[in-house]
């Protein structure tokens, strides 16, 4: 089965600053991988996807931006942080079935 | 637009008796839904699912219910536990979405179990 790393755990940043939160996929190759947030108190809504290498794929216009250098690797940056970037971010991972396997979470506070 | 609505926010129920969690959705192309488990600062984990062409999948103490004409489904935990105080969400694809697999989350239901 398949183990999804995420770090930090927990992140404080200035408004302005930059960011990367970093995702690994241990277990499996070539996996479909995500990135979702977790507003306060809602659902899941996903940010973006991947299907390999390169290929990314945005369902929601932000300030954010996500890359895929390597097959088990994902990132999620951003140039500049809103305050209404704050949350709970989530990577996942599938494969050709429907199931999504989530990594611990990144809590993003931006101040 | 949500496409998968989880309406009641949050549910009590003593221990030892069932636990129902409901979900509705409006898009006729989901065809695959899923049950994911949440504590406080973790990642979802899987729980159970069922595909379209079943009514009701069984894990244990976990039995999804599935009733399309109504576009509606429900999780039953029997009994429940305290553990399973969590938060639970829905979620559905479409085998439209092709290769991505891209799940639709509800917003989710807090369960807690009363000893």
């Known amino acids: 089965s398949q183990t999804i790393h995420q770090w930090p755990a927990t992140l404080v940043q200035p408004v302005g600053s930059p960011l990367s939160l970093e995702c690994t996929v241990e277990?499996?190759?070539?996996?479909?991988l995500y990135w979702y947030r977790q507003a306060a108190g809602r659902g899941l809504q996903l940010l973006f996807y991947?299907?390999?290498?390169?290929?990314i794929s945005s369902e929601v216009p932000q300030n954010l931006s996500a890359s895929r250098p390597q097959d088990r690797q994902f990132i999620l940056s951003s140039k500049k942080l809103l305050l209404s970037d704050s949350g709970f971010y989530l990577c996942?991972?599938?494969?050709?079935?429907?199931?999504?396997?989530f990594g611990p979470g990144t809590r993003l506070t931006v101040t | 637009d949500q496409q998968v609505k989880q309406n009641s926010p949050s549910l009590s129920v003593q221990e030892g008796r069932i636990s129902i969690l409901n979900c509705d959705y409006t898009?006729?192309?989901?065809?695959?839904f899923l049950w994911y488990k949440k504590y406080p600062a973790e990642g979802p984990t899987f729980l159970i699912s069922?595909?379209?062409?079943?009514d009701k999948n069984e894990d244990g103490r976990f039995t999804v219910f599935l009733n399309k004409s109504a576009k509606h489904l429900s999780l039953h935990i029997v009994p429940s536990q305290p553990g399973d105080s969590a938060v639970y969400f829905c979620?559905?694809?479409?085998?439209?979405?092709?290769?991505?697999?891209?799940?639709?989350f509800g917003s989710g239901t807090q369960l807690t179990v009363l000893p």
């Open positions: 069922i595909s379209s062409i079943k």
């Open positions: 991947s299907v390999g290498i390169g290929q």
């Open positions: 277990g499996t190759s070539n996996p479909n």
């Open positions: 979620a559905a694809s479409a085998l439209s979405s092709g290769s991505a697999r891209q799940l639709t």
């Open positions: 898009n006729s192309m989901f065809d695959y």
């Open positions: 996942a991972g599938g494969t050709a079935s429907y199931e999504q396997y």
